[in-house]
């Protein structure tokens, strides 16, 4: 008897399904590679409405599982990350009833995190944390949707325009303000987006190949530099500062306890000793300058490509609406003043409306209010706790160190529908992961 109620929670979790695992690996492969029929122009709308679809197909699993549930065996309770993600649900819904802005908050083709997105977001947390559970096929799956992303990258690089993203006779390198506005690389678009993916994919390929033989690891690590490579090309500094200040977490949070506090000195003597070179030197490299110049207490608001500029403007309006917000994003709505590039001449080059905090953190603060904010620090707090108590589980060590590097991304990164997914699937795998040992455990 005591054999079979061991195996029970086991054989319990593998009729969960494979309908989950199947629905997991359908949405890494489409949700990633489909641009769209439009180009770049029209990614935005086509990787939207995918989504949208892709969700609503979720939500009826979901359904149909609780269903099964409750006429099996009730309800389990809630995990303390699913109840933090409800209640950043309920105050986004609340956060939309009460915006000045009206539907815009709710859905709008120009604002695609509008209230009915990130509810999308919270169900999609919470079904796959509740019956979700990463598996070797679903990291296969991952490497290879990344590979044939980081080839399609790898041809652009090259000046092709493979799929025809690029408007005719153009590539890559037309972008930047050379022919056409922006920058956009891969199925994704947007390099800021793509850099942020990278922190959030390429340490979840990286750790997968640990504790596997060089024959097996060597495609992985090639995989991994590249990542590196694409990161570099596309010229976007948020994903490269993620996957550093995400590295220094991986190593703290994965290492031999013995050795943490050796590697807790290292990086605190690296980072003194960075500290006082950059205090010392003015290094004639954009990023290391301006650290420098705000190390002397001389700040400007074209610091960090004109972040500090949004970040002013935004600290500044927060109290005025510090419970709700102006709406989920509502921020291009909400009056602020576009920021302004100019030439060495002082001729005005660009004029950009501020449509994100580019910090996500303080984009929540900024459109969804304080309440809202907390529950969604609850929810990432809590699941990354439960990663550094299960760090060594292969696949929650996996799952939590491509989040912390992402996360360290975001705070330098805008948020989007098409990649916002990614990060809300991988945390919704990773509660589920520490959940199903748990349940393992008990037995």
């Known amino acids: ?158 000046g092709l325009n493979p799929l025809g993203l690029y408007p005719k006779g153009m590539n890559f390198y037309d972008g930047y303000g050379v022919k056409y506005k922006g920058a956009y690389a891969g199925t994704i678009g947007n390099v800021d987006i793509v850099s942020a993916f990278l922190a959030l994919t390429a340490p979840m390929v990286l750790l997968y190949s640990l504790k596997q033989t060089p024959r097996q690891a060597w495609p992985l690590w090639a995989l991994c530099g590249v990542c590196l490579f694409v990161l570099i090309w596309i010229r976007v500094l948020c994903g490269l500062v993620g996957l550093a200040g995400g590295a220094v977490l991986i190593l703290l949070v994965l290492c031999p306890d013995r050795q943490r506090k050796w590697l807790l000195l290292g990086f605190g003597l690296l980072a003194l000793g960075g500290l006082v070179l950059l205090w010392l030197v003015d290094l004639p490299i954009g990023l290391l300058h301006e650290l420098h110049e705000i190390l002397h207490g001389r700040f400007q608001d074209s610091f960090g490509t004109g972040r500090f500029y949004i970040w002013r403007q935004m600290l500044a309006r927060i109290p005025e609406r510090l419970w709700l917000g102006v709406g989920p994003d509502a921020a291009r709505f909400s009056g602020l003043e576009p920021f302004i590039r100019y030439d060495e001449a002082g001729k005005e080059v660009a004029r950009a409306t501020i449509t994100d905090a580019h910090c996500y953190p303080l984009h929540i603060l900024y459109c969804q209010g304080l309440p809202a904010l907390l529950c969604w620090l609850g929810a990432v707090g809590t699941v990354l706790v439960h990663w550094v108590r299960a760090r060594r589980d292969r696949a929650a060590a996996i799952l939590g160190g491509g989040l912390v590097c992402f996360l360290c991304a975001m705070l330098f990164c805008f948020s989007s529908v098409i990649v916002m997914p990614f990060f809300w699937l991988a945390m919704g795998l990773l509660e589920g992961q520490i959940k199903y040992e748990k349940g393992i455990k008990k037995s």
């Open 1 to 158: 008897m005591a054999k079979a109620k061991k195996a029970s929670p086991k054989g319990k979790k593998a009729q969960n399904p494979d309908l989950m695992e199947l629905w997991t690996g359908f949405f890494l492969t489409v949700y990633l590679l489909f641009p769209g029929f439009k180009g770049f122009t029209g990614i935005s709308a086509a990787k939207t409405w995918t989504f949208y679809v892709l969700a609503g197909l979720l939500v009826l699993l979901g359904v149909g599982l609780l269903l099964r549930d409750l006429e099996a065996k009730g309800l389990s309770s809630l995990t303390p990350a699913q109840l933090c993600a409800l209640g950043f649900w309920g105050f986004t819904l609340l956060s939309a009833a009460f915006s000045p802005y009206g539907a815009k908050a709710w859905y709008n083709e120009s604002a695609h995190e509008a209230a009915l997105t990130v509810s999308l977001y919270v169900l999609l947390f919470l079904i796959v944390s509740r019956w979700g559970k990463p598996s070797e096929a679903l990291f296969r799956v991952l490497t290879v949707v990344l590979g044939l992303f980081c080839l399609l990258c790898l041809l652009q690089a090259l």
